[in-house]
């Protein structure tokens, strides 16, 4: 599968596949020391009314918790039964990719690792340095897998364009940061990508260095399904 040219071109620890089942099946490390997968999908539902539709939830979590609001296959379920077709087939197709078997699996697993998040600015905690280039402490081989349906979307670094920023001054010295090295560039994903990636916990792979993109105060919310935990078929 041809790379999109929003990836750098020579850099081999993206893979690109062609379908979910690569992308869920393909294998982190090997000679070219791959370290995240990305199925580059183009989905033709509209994710962003969606998004708009779905302000009232982040404003209401903003409100009440200020964390992420999260919402799992039955409330995606529920809300499938909107009278607009079009928010309906947005719905219907996140609901699609929470039967993917894979993320079936995750989400029907005791701990529900697969959600539907939708995020607002503001929604993560200070102590998180989402927002500044990172790795993700992931536990298990599979690494983690982030759909990308709405607003703006996560940035990657080459792992040879960042350095380790001195834990001083970290409100969280457990989570390291990065920093672009002068002159290198990040790269951002887009809006239907479906990525997995290593985290720190995985010998010899290098984990993937990446970003949440910082949201403007009124921006409407983004939309990501997450998958941490992918348990094996029975
Ligand atoms: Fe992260």
Do not use: W
């Not at 998180?128 to 402490?137: G, L, P, Q, R, T």
């Amino acid at each position: 599968m041809k790379k999109p040219d929003y990836i750098p071109a020579d850099y081999k620890r993206i893979k690109v596949v062609g379908s979910l089942s690569e992308l869920f099946n393909a294998k982190f490390g090997g000679p070219d020391e791959i370290n995240c997968i990305v199925y580059p999908r183009r989905l033709q539902q509209d994710f962003n009314k969606l998004a708009l539709a779905l302000q009232p939830l982040a404003d209401d979590a903003r409100r009440k918790t200020g964390r992420i609001r999260k919402l799992h296959y039955n409330d995606l379920k529920q809300l499938s039964a909107v009278p607009d077709p079009v928010l309906k087939e947005a719905v219907d197709a996140v609901i699609g990719d929470m039967d993917f078997p894979e993320v079936r699996r995750a989400r029907e697993d005791f701990y529900k690792h697969a959600e539907f998040r939708i995020v607002y600015p503001g929604a993560y905690d200070l102590d998180e340095v989402i927002e500044d280039f990172h790795e993700d402490n992931i536990y298990v081989p599979e690494g983690r897998i982030i759909f990308f349906y709405a607003g703006a979307t996560s940035e990657g670094a080459r792992n040879e364009d960042v350095i380790k920023r001195s834990r001083e001054g970290l409100i969280n010295p457990q989570n390291d940061a990065y920093d672009l090295k002068p002159g290198a560039k990040a790269f951002r994903f887009q809006a239907g990508d479906v990525i997995r990636f290593a985290g720190n916990c995985q010998p010899g792979i290098k984990p993937f260095v990446h970003k949440a993109p910082i949201m403007k105060e009124h921006a409407p919310p983004r939309l990501l399904l997450t998958v941490d935990y992918i348990p094996k078929p029975d």
